[in-house]
């Protein structure tokens, strides 16, 4: 769904470069240089890197679902993607709050459209029996549900 974000990064000490191919939501993919580093077993984000000296050397990345990407080699921490500001929360929210807005009115307005139709029944049919009058009501709102479902795909693809 998203394209990976190439992050370039020079060590200090280190011969290539090093490449994260970030996701907000898949598995880092780094490379050193053209070569794919592999985690260090039973650890998640760190890796071993040759240092200029031959020494190995430990390099963590970690990484939030939207909060970012950030690498810490020798001690020293290197920001690779700034987290998301509270703005940038508030403003990636308002489709949720648009659909919970929309949703919520549609909902209303069909609920009472089924109520008023139930109530005009039953003041139409007043020697109709109890079952008949649940039966009407689970008919509406089977139909109002259905309507409701076909409005609101209707709405969110207009929207998209």
Known sequence: MFKAKRLTLKLEGVKEELTVLYRPLNALKVYLGEALLVPEPSTTGNYLIKGDTGELEKLSLHKGRVSGCKAVFRGETIQLLTPLSNL???IGAIPLVIFIFFGALLGAVLGLLAVLSNYYYYALNREGGIM??????????LMVYLLYLGLSLMLKQSLS
């Open 88 to 90: 940038e929360y508030a």
């Open 132 to 141: 008949s009058r649940i039966s009407f009501s689970f008919i509406t709102t």
